[in-house]
């Protein structure tokens, strides 16, 4: 919006000052119905309020000059401003992709960590349960299927 306005308000100052409805006078007048009516031509007879505005163009082209440079020097200013920002945006986007990065990389590691812990547990339990077998002593066949006896 700002460098619209900036960009506009020099044009505006030109066409004013070359616009022959303002180098003369305009016309303000009311008419029957109450609207207010606007124009370089004399208003009609049967207007009710007559007003004549002397506008004077006091253009000064050394002034738009200036105006225009100056707009010139701060749409540059803006522009170098937007491309700061968005480079400090681009390097703030960035940091953040490689902060996600890592910390999915972290969890990567401890889910593996976790997983070989696990493994680890396992093999434990499957070789204490191994030892377990081979230090029980084995049944002979004939005295699982004998009945129940109390001797």
């Known amino acids: ?44 007879s049967s207007a009710r309020i007559k007003q004549r505005i002397e506008v004077h163009s006091n253009f000064d082209e050394s002034a738009y000059e ?13 522009r170098q401003i937007e491309k700061r920002e968005k480079s400090r945006a681009r390097a703030a986007e960035k940091r953040l992709d490689d902060y996600l990065k890592s910390i999915d990389k972290k969890n990567r590691e401890l889910e ?20 377990l077998k081979r230090s029980k002593p084995s049944k002979a066949p004939a005295e699982e299927n004998e009945p129940f006896s109390l001797k």
């Open 112 to 131: 593996q960590s976790k997983a070989k812990k696990r493994q680890s547990r396992e093999l434990e339990r499957n070789r204490a349960s191994i030892k």
């Open 1 to 44: 919006m700002r460098k619209t306005t900036l960009f506009l308000f020099p044009l505006f100052l030109f066409l004013l000052g070359s616009n022959p409805a303002f180098s003369d006078s305009i016309q303000k007048w009311t008419d029957a119905s109450g609207q207010i009516h606007y124009g370089d031509q004399p208003p009609p």
């Open 66 to 78: 200036e105006a225009m440079k100056r707009n010139s020097a701060l749409y540059k200013e803006v």
